[in-house]
């Protein structure tokens, strides 16, 4: 077994994934077999031998052991403190962040009490929330009254709880500032301290040297820092592949480490010297960038690397990323619960073992073209690379984003090189302006970085652009296309010898993807599809049929949900927008909308005041409907929508070729409904109604998370009622086919 750690390091990160998506209960039983089949093979001499069935049997066992060990030491204690009022000292032990009118805190837990409880369970870490920013230090510590909670999701699968508990945050808070509190200055300056400062004053002087959308750029290539990335900057990013480059992961790692050991090189400095220069390096990058699993990830790996130049050893790179990842999933049980961790293991895999072959099959076919051909080369080496990351870490795109971009490797051929020299100029400006006496030497290292920032800005939106630029897994067929592909690659490599080329596999892959696409619309062409969005509690409803598409409500935390929505399914044009509350941040999200997609009628209540982004957005708008208490469209054939707004709250009655749907956003009073409830069959709705026993339809649709779904069930008595929900598995589609023929489809993410 030529390597060892890569088996160990990868079959640990498997079964953790496995873990953390069935629950501890999972984990405990089948530990327990694996830790019998690991003696069992101890009596067979072939397998015993062999080694890696024994090895790889004993690595499931501790993996498995470990997290369900954790679960119930560390994360099963925090359903005693869920909705609880408590009184904290914490420790503020990260950079604070401001998102969408509301600031961020992550505290470490000094001491925690709770009115009845003697020992109440000290959660560790927290994300505390305020309304107003607060006048603190890091590491500086706050006294106050909090209301617990925890994060959106459930303990099984992977969901947002689970992706706090990768970053160890076990539970989320906010502050009652009305109540009082109280904030000591920093009496503990850990190293880590000196990482955020210089982490904070790097931002800082981007800031002051570039215009917001520049500057977010930087810091997110240079510092991981993405809370300056406006949503369409996110948007377009994601649709043209390219998200990865905001990401701080090996690329930037690889940049640092070898950036350094050429500079110290070049200054002569000793070979062991350099080495032991540029490891400190790579940790203070680590610390910087604020100990992210990616770069942990890549930092573990240079530092390997590092260690066998050293030694005048050769470093093996399967092997070194089996030991990264075994460290990591090591001291984190919940490592596997980051996406970000799995698609940066997922990359430097393929990079490891496809790049390569990629490459030189394209240099084979062009060994003849003499010309330019250091230029060829440098160009066929940026599309084996982007071929190899995108087939690597595509399936974990498709599980986890319920999207993926078709042109991704295109569009990183043209941004992955303008974002590698982005990174110097980056670093150099944002240092050299913190420095009085050198700031103004930092402009020009600023304003080439910028430039560089605003071609990735308009190359992304351009890319994002493309009709399909970005599929949706809601399309029934892409999991079986997944499927079929990598049926087709595990063939092509068994029959290597009798010449299966991979050129084949990705030439009939590439059919049946487009084939899918185009037959699956031109099959559901006749079907009409109302669609309730995952956007957590809010409503996003998007009817598609007679190919015009209407958007009922974004009351949402933000548009992005519809947004990819539209983008997946290859939607340009919104022919009917309407709100379905008064709520600023849905105006915020229409006028999004609106900007990004060509919108034919926007229904608005009269006499409403709109912020200036709607009020803007409006001018591009072909057909502007204003209501006072009602308004009626008829869409299509198939298709009638009657908005109802009163005193006592508003609606919206949907009907779909006779199937009529009820839409409600508010804690709304059935008795005083103007509609006759019998001749409802379906209700999509965000809170549960009062009166809800009124309402006999045969299905109701919650869109809300799964906690207020689990809360909302316990207050419906509504009899024999079919009852869905997004909460956060997915989008849910109900297709109508012919009259009231009804298929309920839950989507791919659920």
Not at 248 to 271: N, R
């Amino acid at each position: 077994m030529s390597r060892p750690f890569a088996l160990i390091g990868f079959v640990y990160l498997a079964v953790q994934a496995v873990s953390i998506y069935f629950g501890s209960g999972f984990a405990f039983l089948a530990s327990g077999c694996f830790l019998l089949v690991f003696f069992l093979t101890l009596f067979v001499t072939k397998l015993r031998t062999a080694k890696v069935i024994p090895i790889a049997c004993l690595v499931a066992a501790v993996a498995l052991g470990t997290y369900a060990g954790y679960h119930v030491w560390k994360i099963e204690p925090l359903a005693e403190l869920e909705e609880k009022d408590a009184y904290i000292t914490g420790t503020l032990c990260e950079l604070p962040y401001e998102n969408n009118g509301k600031f961020y805190y992550t505290l470490r837990v000094d001491n925690i009490e709770i009115d009845g409880m003697e020992e109440p369970h000290n959660p560790g870490k927290m994300i505390m929330t305020t309304r107003n920013a607060l006048d603190i230090e890091t590491y500086g510590t706050i006294s106050g009254k909090v209301h617990l909670y925890q994060s959106f999701g459930s303990e099984d699968g992977f969901s947002v709880r689970q992706y706090d508990y990768s970053k160890r945050i076990h539970m989320r808070a906010y502050l009652y500032e009305y109540e009082g509190y109280s904030i000591s200055p920093t009496a503990e300056k850990p190293p880590y301290y000196y990482a955020l400062s210089i982490r904070k004053t790097m931002m800082n002087s981007l800031d002051r040297l570039l215009p917001a959308e520049e500057a977010g750029i930087m810091k997110a290539v240079l510092l991981g820092d993405k809370t300056g990335l406006t949503d369409e900057i996110k948007s377009d990013f994601r649709s043209a592949g390219t998200y990865h480059l905001l990401v701080v992961s090996g690329l930037h790692m690889t940049i640092v480490f070898q950036g350094l050991l050429k500079l110290l090189k070049f200054c002569k400095i000793p070979h062991k010297l350099s080495c032991v220069i540029t490891a400190f390096g790579v940790l203070s990058f680590m610390a910087i960038t604020g100990f992210s699993p990616s770069v942990m990830r890549s930092g573990i790996m240079s530092l390997l690397f590092l260690a066998a130049m050293m030694f005048d050893r050769k470093a093996d790179s399967l092997n070194s990323l089996g030991i990264a990842v075994f460290i990591l999933c090591a001291v984190n049980p919940y490592a596997a619960a980051d996406i970000g961790f799995l698609l940066s293991v997922a990359s430097v895999l393929s990079l490891i073992l496809l790049s390569n072959p990629i490459r030189q099959f394209f240099i084979n076919k062009t060994k003849r073209i003499k010309r330019g051909r250091r230029l060829l080369n440098s160009t066929i080496a940026s599309i084996s690379s982007s071929l190899a990351v995108t087939m690597g870490t595509l399936p974990i795109m498709i599980m986890a984003f319920n999207t993926f971009s078709v042109i991704s490797p295109i569009s990183n051929l043209f941004m992955i090189a303008p974002s590698t020299f982005m990174l110097p100029f980056s670093g150099i400006a944002s240092l050299l302006e913190s420095i009085p006496s050198l700031s103004l030497l930092a402009k020009p290292f600023a304003l080439i970085g910028g430039l560089i920032a605003k071609y990735l800005i308009f190359a992304a939106h351009w890319f994002a652009k493309i009709p399909f630029s970005l599929i949706s897994s809601d399309y029934d067929f892409i999991l079986l296309w997944l499927a079929m592909t990598m049926l087709l690659f595990a063939v092509a490599i068994l029959l290597a010898k009798r010449k299966i080329l991979i050129r084949t596999v990705l030439t009939l892959s590439s059919i049946l993807l487009i084939a899918g696409v185009f037959s699956y619309q031109l099959s559901n062409r006749s079907t009409a599809r109302v669609s309730v969005l995952d956007v957590e509690d809010g409503i996003s409803v998007v009817v598609t049929a007679n190919r015009q598409t209407a958007i009922i409500g974004c009351n949402a935390y933000s548009d992005y949900a519809t947004h990819q929505y539209l983008k997946g399914h290859g939607i340009h044009n919104i022919d009917y927008l309407q709100p379905i509350s008064d709520e600023t941040t849905e105006y915020q999200n229409l006028a999004k909308l609106n900007q990004a997609f060509h919108t034919e009628n926007f229904v608005l209540p009269n006499e409403q005041y709109f912020a200036g982004d709607l009020e803007k957005s409006l001018e591009e708008v072909e057909k502007i409907s204003y209501y006072e208490k009602s308004a009626k469209t008829i869409l299509n054939e198939d298709v009638t929508i009657e908005l109802h707004s009163t005193a006592k709250g508003s609606y919206t009655v949907l009907t779909v070729r006779d199937i009529r749907m009820l839409i409600l956003s508010s804690e709304y009073d059935l008795t005083n409904i103007d509609i006759d409830l019998n001749q409802i069959d379906i209700l999509i709705t965000d809170t549960v109604p009062q009166h809800a026993e009124y309402l006999q339809s045969f299905i109701t649709v919650l869109s809300m998370e799964e906690q207020s779904m689990a809360d909302s069930v316990k207050k419906m008595e509504m009899g024999n009622v079919q009852l869905y929900a997004t909460a956060g598995r997915g989008n849910f589609h109900i297709d109508i086919e012919g009259d009231r023929s009804i298929i309920l489809r839950r989507g791919s993410g659920g």
